[in-house]
């Protein structure tokens, strides 16, 4: 039955734009120039308040400073954040550039969203328009005497700051962008992710049940997308209000587009029915990230993987190293599993996750990329055996079809027999466990 859709109302269409503009701001300190833009107004605020403070302080200090000495002070902080951040943002974009062209394009998102860079060029920049204010308050004679000495104690306490920052940046510089700093930053989203829908099946909602037949879909109203986040809780309001009950089809990472279902609900009529406000509740981008989509970091460091294993490059051993982050990634997924929290949401049954799932976007790709090398197969065979031993009741079934999957993409290629039967012990054993 199709759903009927009538005209949004001046408080839905407000709702709609309450709700974008939270989701907006919610990612606001994942973007580099927000951080600078507070450090900055920080800054400015800092050199500005020395001479409105000056008056309050109760007593006459013996400490004389002149304007030039400060400026002096001051000129050389400019100058050197100056030469500093185009040095800083020049690394930057040449680690990003290094690591799409060696890794994948996937993870520039991560290194934009690091808390180490973004505090070091914010730090830098608001240290330099703190200089600059503070150059220009005392060349218009803006600070009297004890402005001055305030104004001098807080260039030293940000030579202090800046100190600390430019020995902690470059420490990070040694390994920033690195292949082994991309690995560990996408095994760490992933494991975040894996471990939240771990602790909270179904997206925290209902375990699914088979949908009525009269049950009414909605669809998405945009040309398709990738879904990037599901607002449950307004799931769960929205469902109380009408009186229904919501059937979710879909997960964040899923594509969806104008003909795919979203969701279906039941206990209500389809000419009563506006299913705007559900639709709000699902966020769709053109691209995933990896905030609730617990499968896009094993996607992407199947593809770090793969871009190792491609004749060009030939590194097997980035593909293994993809492999033990992969199998730490299942194991924190297969933890947060055996102590899974209650359901938050009652009118809401969520979506499953199936591990099958979760190794079909890393294993099956890894396996055919590295079919003809033989440590890469092992490697496979030893990460299945040891999720069986650890988790059989999560990982048993997808474990035991994924051992046989690449066993035979490897038996395709390699044709030395004591490789084939090592491996085909290999498998064997993790069939076993199962």
Known sequence: MAVQTGPIHKTEKEQRMILELKKYISRLPEK?????????VGAIVAAVAAEWIGPLIPY?????????SVGEILTILASSMLAVIAFSVSIMVSAYGSATSTA?????????????SQNALSTFLGTFLFSIVGIIGL???????RGRIILFFATIAVIVLISGTLINWIHQLSTFGRMNDLIDRVERAASE??????????????????IPQDALPVSCDTAGGMITSIDMGLLE???????????????????VYPTRPLLYLSGVEAIE????????????????NFDQDPRFGLVVLSEIASRALSPAVNDPGTAISVLNSGLRCFEAFAQACADPEDPKYSKVHGPEIEPGDLFTDFFPKIARDGAGIVEVHQRIQLCLLALVQSSPDV???????????????????IVHKPDINDLKARSQKVIDSC
């Open 32 to 40: 580099i120039w927000f951080r600078a833009m507070l450090f900055s």
């Open 60 to 68: 006459e200090s013996d400490l004389e400073i002149a304007s030039g």
């Open 104 to 116: 994948t394009p996937r993870t520039i998102a991560l290194m934009l969203a690091d808390d180490r």
């Open 139 to 145: 060349s218009a004679g803006f600070y009297d005497d």
């Open 193 to 210: 992710a894996l471990r939240w829908h771990g602790q909270h099946p179904y997206l925290n909602a209902q375990p699914p049940v088979e």
């Open 237 to 255: 309001e929205t469902a109380e209000k009408l009186g229904a009950t919501v059937y979710l089809k879909i997960h964040p990472g899923k594509l």
């Open 273 to 288: 029915l506006d299913p705007q406000p559900f639709r709000d509740a699902i966020l769709i981008e053109h691209n995933r």
């Open 395 to 413: 990982f048993a079934a997808a474990a035991s079809a994924a051992s046989r999957d690449a066993l035979a993409r490897a038996l395709d290629v």
